[in-house]
């Protein structure tokens, strides 16, 4: 089957606005049954980006999990994708904005726990495994014991992390998180463009089936295929002003050196002269 590459904003977007889609992918994810879901799409733009009629963003969802005591608590995720190290920058950004987020529970203002997801597509140096779960534990440091209650106080001022790699999923299908990753594998693509991809695995599993489907609208309907194509040429074209950028930097830095450097020189020098002066007027 052909598919789209979902680690593109426009596919990733089209396959989280379909509630059962993105529940899946959530709740494997998060290992928790996810009871309803509302997304809030946060977009942003860059300038280069208007040219080509694109916005990227990140997904932020209001969420109802059950727990593993099988309690409902509702908590707020941001999902974000990084296809390049330079995107990272913005996440912490993002992530300060959600603390400032309130909602209306039982008609009064509430700080919700906020869980965090990211999607990357480069290697993280070290990390070695394709999904890695960031967890957060209270341990007494008196008693030198860990707690095994929560309080509403620190879950809202802490955070659970969970971090994709795409470029080290292994290509395995036999757990539920197997079968979610197996459509982010960076592999098999057609063509050197890298949009789309022959999905090679059966989907014997219903939800991993409608997300296939998804996938593989996006990646054979040519309206689809342009805005991807859109969103690619408009990151190679950030990347090249950013690489452009960082070279004049680089290079304004080094003259500012070189001056410095002839600065000090001439400071030298000066000294220098300064000495033999005294010495002529102390004779």
């Given at each position: 089957?052909?598919?789209?590459?979902?680690i593109?904003?426009?596919?990733?977007?089209?396959?989280?606005?379909?509630?059962?889609?993105?529940?899946f992918?959530?709740?494997?994810?998060?290992?928790?049954?996810?009871?309803?879901?509302?997304?809030?799409?946060?977009?942003?733009?860059?300038?280069?980006?208007?040219?080509?009629g694109?916005?990227l963003?990140r997904?932020?969802f209001?969420?109802?999990?059950?727990t593993?005591?099988g309690?409902?608590?509702?908590?707020?995720?941001?999902?974000?994708?990084?296809?390049?190290p330079?995107?990272?920058?913005?996440?912490?950004?993002?992530?300060?904005?959600?603390?400032?987020?309130?909602e209306?529970?039982?008609?009064?203002?509430?700080?919700l726990p906020?869980?965090?997801?990211?999607?990357?597509?480069?290697?993280?140096?070290?990390?070695?495994?394709?999904?890695?779960?960031?967890?957060?534990?209270?341990?007494?440091?008196?008693?030198?014991?860990?707690?095994?209650?929560?309080n509403?106080?620190?879950?809202?001022?802490?955070?659970?992390?969970?971090?994709?790699?795409?470029?080290?999923?292994?290509?395995?299908?036999?757990?539920?998180?197997?079968?979610?990753?197996?459509?982010?594998?960076?592999?098999?693509?057609?063509?050197?463009?890298?949009?789309?991809?022959?999905?090679?695995?059966?989907?014997?599993?219903?939800?991993?089936?409608?997300?296939?489907?998804?996938?593989?609208?996006?990646?054979?309907?040519?309206?689809?295929r342009?805005?991807?194509?859109?969103?690619q040429?408009?990151?190679?074209?950030?990347?090249?002003?950013?690489?452009?950028?960082?070279?004049?930097?680089?290079?304004?830095?080094e003259?500012q050196a070189?001056?410095?450097?002839?600065?000090?020189?001439?400071?030298?020098?000066?000294?220098?002269?300064?000495?033999?002066l005294?010495?002529?007027?102390?004779?």
């Amino acid at each position: 089957m052909i598919i789209a590459n979902p680690i593109y904003d426009v596919v990733f977007k089209r396959l989280m606005e379909n509630d059962r889609a993105a529940k899946f992918f959530l709740g494997t994810l998060l290992g928790q049954e996810v009871e309803s879901l509302e997304m809030q799409p946060q977009e942003f733009t860059h300038d280069i980006e208007e040219l080509f009629g694109i916005r990227l963003f990140r997904l932020d969802f209001m969420a109802v999990v059950r727990t593993d005591k099988g309690e409902s608590k509702k908590i707020l995720i941001e999902v974000q994708k990084a296809k390049e190290p330079t995107d990272l920058m913005r996440f912490r950004n993002y992530l300060a904005e959600q603390y400032k987020k309130q909602e209306i529970i039982n008609q009064k203002k509430t700080t919700l726990p906020i869980t965090t997801i990211y999607i990357l597509g480069f290697p993280l140096p070290g990390i070695e495994t394709a999904c890695v779960h960031v967890a957060r534990q209270y341990r007494d440091m008196i008693n030198e014991s860990i707690l095994d209650k929560k309080n509403d106080f620190i879950e809202c001022l802490t955070h659970d992390s969970y971090v994709v790699q795409v470029l080290r999923i292994t290509g395995k299908y036999k757990t539920r998180l197997d079968k979610l990753l197996s459509v982010f594998e960076q592999k098999n693509f057609v063509g050197d463009s890298e949009i789309i991809k022959e999905y090679e695995h059966e989907t014997d599993d219903e939800d991993v089936k409608v997300i296939a489907n998804i996938l593989h609208h996006a990646g054979t309907d040519p309206e689809s295929r342009k805005e991807i194509e859109n969103e690619q040429e408009a990151r190679r074209t950030i990347n090249e002003m950013l690489a452009a950028k960082e070279k004049k930097n680089l290079q304004t830095i080094e003259e500012q050196a070189k001056a410095l450097d002839e600065k000090d020189k001439l400071l030298e020098e000066q000294r220098k002269l300064i000495e033999e002066l005294k010495k002529q007027l102390k004779k």
